[in-house]
């Protein structure tokens, strides 16, 4: 029997994260303590930790042509999850600058980049890739309609479908 496979479609980040004694004040400079780059983006996150739990995982996202693109697809493959990005020319990959003080309590502004135009590449690949009995995972952090329609393409092939509403957008 063929082993069911998990489709993630959203979004992949490059997160920056800073460690540092306080948060700055306005006009203030504060000297971090640690820098560290990591993978991110709540669809990202989803195959890494599906593909750890055992799945056969595959990431659909799209990223842009920039440096942190190769941070982003060499994140996935060290985590040996499958992907199929879409390189887009006209926008920057998501980032998020995450900002984490002694407490731990953290401050992170993300951008959306490649992320806000996941649209009909994405959708295409997922039609002709899901088949019954397959899982589609989704988050929030692609836009709404193309989660509309990756639900229709999932229901159709009689997949499984997932939804992490998170973060609710106000739009």
């Known amino acids: 029997m063929e082993k069911k496979k998990v489709f993630v479609l959203g979004s992949i980040n490059v997160d920056l994260v800073v460690y540092a004694e306080h948060f700055p004040e306005k006009g203030e400079t504060v000297v971090g303590k640690e820098f560290f780059i990591n993978q991110g983006g709540k669809g990202a996150n989803q195959a890494v930790a599906a593909k750890k739990a055992g799945a056969d995982a595959i990431f659909i996202g799209r990223v842009g042509t920039d440096i942190f693109s190769n941070i982003a697809e060499e994140s996935l493959k060290k985590f040996e999850v499958a992907h199929r990005l879409t390189f887009d020319e006209t926008a920057q990959t998501g980032i998020a600058v995450i900002n984490v003080d002694k407490t731990g309590e953290n401050r992170i ?11 009909s590449e994405e959708l295409m690949f997922l039609k002709k890739n899901i088949k019954s009995g397959d899982f589609l995972l989704l988050q929030g952090e692609i836009h ?11 229901k ?6 997932i939804f992490d509403p998170a973060p609710v957008k106000e739009e």
Not at 109 to 119: D, L
Not at 147 to 154: D, F, H, M, N, T
Not at 156 to 161: K, R
């Open 109 to 119: 502004t993300i951008i959306e980049g490649a992320n806000g135009h996941v649209g």
């Open 144 to 154: 709404v309609d193309v989660l509309v329609e990756a639900s229709k393409i999932a």
């Open 156 to 161: 159709s092939a009689e997949a499984f479908i």
